[in-house]
């Protein structure tokens, strides 16, 4: 979720409802996604399911964790320091970040 409304074009130019229906959407991904595994591996008791699960998860990981390099390098280069809650530029809606 992190990664798709950091990756969002202009998010502060969107309404709340606009960003709750987005986030509600990648949480229905997360939920279909769930129900998939759950079908292909019979809850993970197949073996076979289960490989092939492990397989995808690891390359969905290696993408992430791209992501999260350079989501440390942006905050290195942008925020160089610890900051506060009343430093966080608000947009006008709630993160949820702290």
């Known amino acids: 979720m992190r990664q798709f409304f950091a990756t969002l074009d202009r998010p502060c130019s969107r309404t709340e409802d606009e960003l709750t229906h987005l986030g ?3 949480l229905a991904e997360e939920a ?3 129900r998939r ?3 292909e591996t019979a809850n993970g008791r197949d073996g ?3 490989s092939r699960w492990e397989r995808q998860v690891n390359g969905m990981l290696k993408e992430l ?3 999260a390099q350079f989501l440390a390098f942006c905050y290195r280069r942008v925020i160089p320091r610890a900051i506060t809650k009343s430093e966080v530029p608000q947009c006008g ?3 949820g970040v702290f």
């Open 93 to 95: 809606i709630s993160t």
């Open 32 to 34: 279909d996604a769930q």
């Open 65 to 67: 964790a791209s992501f």
């Open 48 to 50: 076979t399911g289960q």
């Open 24 to 26: 509600e959407g990648v």
């Open 37 to 39: 595994y759950d079908e």
